[in-house]
């Protein structure tokens, strides 16, 4: 259950960022082609990143920071538009419902934000670990190594809710062959056991080639879903997995080529990307990610909600289509990656209607709203913990009354509260208009203190 670091490695870590300062305190492009796994150096580097810093910069003279600084992530309806449907949809990160993210350590995992994040048609999540009953549960991993990841299936229970949680999960990461050809297919099992929409991992070449659409309310949305690696992890079969390597400096798209096509044979009206890609613990984008995302909509892709990086990432609003560049953690823990504790849910409406002077129908994206959301693991006395997901600023917001706080934050969590809003929410991750977009909150009773207070207004 505890989360494993190795000192010596930290040290070393440190170290060479002083020597290489550059190199470990900015994103470096990719040359060539992703590989982490198998390099000694990026290893290290990853290190740095997790263990000591989060890299907070962009690219140097790239000019991303000011590019995202000044998006306008307003998505209305033209006055003239005619709705005829709508579906909202919900979107959360990464799941890895692994370390002290147990079911028995998660009894009001959802209970803060289920009526936001739950009340939508279709509710969006990338399940990061295998559901492998013949596999340790847990984050498993050999010093050096990347870490196999399985949960159970009473957690996938947690989030499916019996259909009133998390519909729609994203098979396709860098831990969906984490236990091999049987993970896969028993992960896949539980899903469709339950009735789960799910999509990224395949039993075979004709479910590979096609394609997931849910109906919702006379909409019809194609559900796809790719992963730029797979931790060094090599596999015969490539029908399985939609791996598609987007960190590379030229990736080959022909994958979601053919499935952007297969989307229009199945009369999608709007088309919804999962994709894992990016590099981890970095708050911003690389360039190639960008511009491949950007190649993403070109191709006809109206929605792309990004993971990986165990921290959120920018938004975008391109040609009038949404990019999520990462989703950040969920249900995750890292417990010294300070950055990674802020997370957000986002909600839209896709409507379908008229446009003055068209005779077809179209698709649009509006009423796009933002969620920040803090990830909390308090351990007890007795070793077990309270995780759950709770608005953030309920958390900024907390207070002493009667010599103890709500939520059980270290006074090192607590004390780092305002730098993850002010910093890292207000001035790194939401465009200068960000503010905007933020749910507003409403008049909540405190029982034990019997008073009314007023959250913070965002």
């Given amino acids: 259950?505890?989360?494993?670091?190795?000192?010596?490695?930290?040290?070393?870590?440190?170290?060479?960022?002083?020597?290489?300062?550059?190199?470990?305190?900015?994103?470096?492009?990719?040359?060539?082609?992703?590989?982490?796994?198998?390099?000694?150096?990026?290893?290290?580097?990853?290190?740095?990143?997790?263990?000591?810093?989060?890299?907070?910069?962009?690219?140097?003279?790239?000019?991303?920071?000011?590019?995202?600084?000044?998006?306008?992530?307003?998505?209305?309806?033209?006055?003239?538009?005619?709705?005829?449907?709508?579906v909202t949809m919900s979107v959360g990160g990464d799941l890895m419902a692994v370390d002290c993210l147990t079911y028995e350590n998660t009894p009001h995992l959802f209970d803060e934000i289920a009526d936001f994040y739950f009340g939508a048609d279709i509710t969006c999540a990338n399940l990061e670990s295998t559901v492998f009953h013949?596999?340790?549960?847990?984050?498993?991993?050999?010093?050096?190594?990347?870490?196999?990841?399985?949960?159970?299936?009473?957690?996938?229970?947690?989030?499916?809710?019996?259909?009133?949680?998390?519909?729609?999960?994203?098979?396709?990461?860098?831990?969906?062959?984490?236990?091999?050809?049987?993970?896969?297919?028993?992960?896949?099992?539980?899903?469709?056991?339950?009735?789960?929409?799910?999509?990224g991992t395949n039993r075979n070449r004709e479910e590979q080639e096609d394609v997931l659409v849910i109906e919702k309310n006379g909409i019809r949305i194609a559900m796809l879903s790719y992963t730029?690696?797979?931790?060094?992890?090599?596999?015969?079969?490539?029908a399985l997995i939609n791996e598609v390597r987007f960190n590379d400096r030229n990736p080959d798209l022909s994958l979601?080529?053919?499935?952007?096509?297969?989307?229009?044979?199945?009369?999608?009206?709007?088309?919804?990307?999962s994709v894992h890609w990016g590099w981890e613990f970095e708050l911003y984008p690389h360039k190639n990610v960008i511009e491949t995302g950007h190649k993403l909509v070109e191709m006809g892709i109206d929605v792309i909600i990004g993971g990986h990086p165990h921290v959120c990432q920018q938004m975008e609003n391109?040609?009038?289509?949404?990019?999520?560049?990462?989703?950040?953690?969920?249900?995750?823990?890292?417990?010294?990656?300070?950055?990674?504790?802020?997370?957000y849910v986002v909600k839209f409406?896709?409507?379908?209607?008229?446009?003055?002077?068209?005779?077809?129908?179209?698709?649009?994206?509006?009423?796009?709203?933002?969620?920040p959301v803090y990830i909390l693991t308090e351990e007890r006395a007795d070793e077990s913990y309270d995780c759950r997901l709770v608005p953030f600023e309920k958390v900024l917001r907390d207070t002493d009354i009667d010599g103890a706080f709500r939520y059980g934050l270290t006074q090192k969590e607590r004390k780092d509260l305002p730098r993850l809003w002010n910093k890292v929410l207000m001035?790194?991750?939401?465009?200068?208009?960000?503010?905007?977009?933020?749910?507003?909150?409403?008049?909540?009773?405190?029982?034990?203190a019997g008073k009314e207070r007023v959250s913070y207004e965002v």
Avoid at 162 to 176: D, K, L
């Fill in 427 to 448: 001035k790194i991750l939401l465009p200068s208009n960000g503010k905007d977009l933020l749910v507003k909150t409403q008049k909540e009773r405190r029982p034990e």
């Fill in 256 to 273: 979601v080529k053919r499935h952007v096509k297969r989307a229009g044979e199945k009369k999608a009206d709007i088309i919804v990307a």
């Fill in 134 to 199: 013949k596999a340790p549960l847990g984050r498993n991993q050999v010093m050096g190594m990347p870490a196999k990841m399985n949960t159970s299936e009473a957690m996938l229970d947690r989030f499916w809710q019996e259909g009133a949680g998390i519909n729609y999960f994203s098979t396709a990461n860098n831990h969906c062959f984490d236990h091999g050809e049987d993970g896969l297919f028993a992960t896949l099992d539980c899903l469709e056991k339950r009735g789960c929409y799910h999509s």
């Fill in 1 to 86: 259950m505890k989360y494993k670091t190795s000192k010596p490695i930290q040290w070393l870590a440190r170290a060479a960022s002083v020597v290489m300062w550059n190199q470990f305190r900015y994103p470096q492009p990719v040359k060539d082609v992703y590989d982490v796994a198998d390099n000694t150096f990026e290893k290290l580097k990853w290190a740095y990143r997790c263990w000591v810093h989060q890299l907070e910069r962009a690219e140097k003279d790239s000019g991303i920071e000011d590019y995202f600084s000044g998006q306008k992530m307003e998505f209305t309806l033209p006055e003239d538009f005619q709705v005829q449907e709508e």
């Fill in 318 to 343: 391109y040609k009038g289509s949404l990019i999520l560049y990462s989703m950040g953690d969920f249900v995750s823990y890292h417990p010294l990656t300070k950055d990674s504790r802020l997370t």
């Fill in 228 to 238: 730029f690696d797979m931790n060094g992890n090599h596999y015969e079969n490539k």
């Fill in 349 to 371: 409406r896709i409507a379908k209607g008229i446009e003055k002077g068209s005779a077809a129908g179209t698709c649009r994206i509006h009423d796009f709203q933002i969620l």
